[in-house]
Nanobody, 127 residues
Framework: QLQLVESGGGLVQPGGSLRLSCKAS????????NGWFRQVPGKEREGISC????????YYQDSVKGRFTISRDVAENTMYLQMNSLKPEDTAVYFC????????????????????WGQGTLVTVSS
């Protein structure tokens, strides 16, 4: 059974940092494209960062570029999203996902032939 389990969300002050984790089971994470998405109430889920299976292509949405970093630990079969310089507008539920590849449109990355979503983890940036 393919499964992604997220952790690492929470409350942080503006300017602070968090690292989200997404541990895979039932499959090998780096055989797939991986992505991080976020969603706020009333808006669509948007892909903010994606990485290819070959690790040769990454994408960051303009809103997080220079502040967030996507990575994978092959030995741990886990992907991460390091989030620095957090802003109140980063408040959202964050989801990880994997699929066969990713593409991009003008504002986000999109996982193609998506296989599985994580359960989501809430990040709240507030003083």
């Amino acid at each position: 059974q393919l499964q992604l389990v997220e952790s690492g969300g929470g409350l942080v002050q503006p300017g602070g940092s968090l690292r989200l984790s997404c541990k895979a089971s039932g499959f090998t994470l780096d055989n797939y494209a991986n992505g991080w998405f976020r969603q706020v109430p009333g808006k669509e889920r948007e892909g903010i960062s994606c990485i290819s299976s070959a690790n040769d292509s990454t994408y960051y949405q303009d809103s997080v570029k220079g502040r967030f970093t996507i990575s994978r630990d092959v030995a741990e079969n886990t992907m991460y999203l390091q989030m620095n310089s957090l802003k109140p507008e980063d408040t959202a539920v964050y989801f990880c996902a994997v699929g066969m590849t990713f593409t991009t449109d003008q504002t986000m990355c999109i996982i193609k032939r998506l296989q599985v979503w994580g359960q989501g983890t809430l990040v709240t940036v507030s003083s």
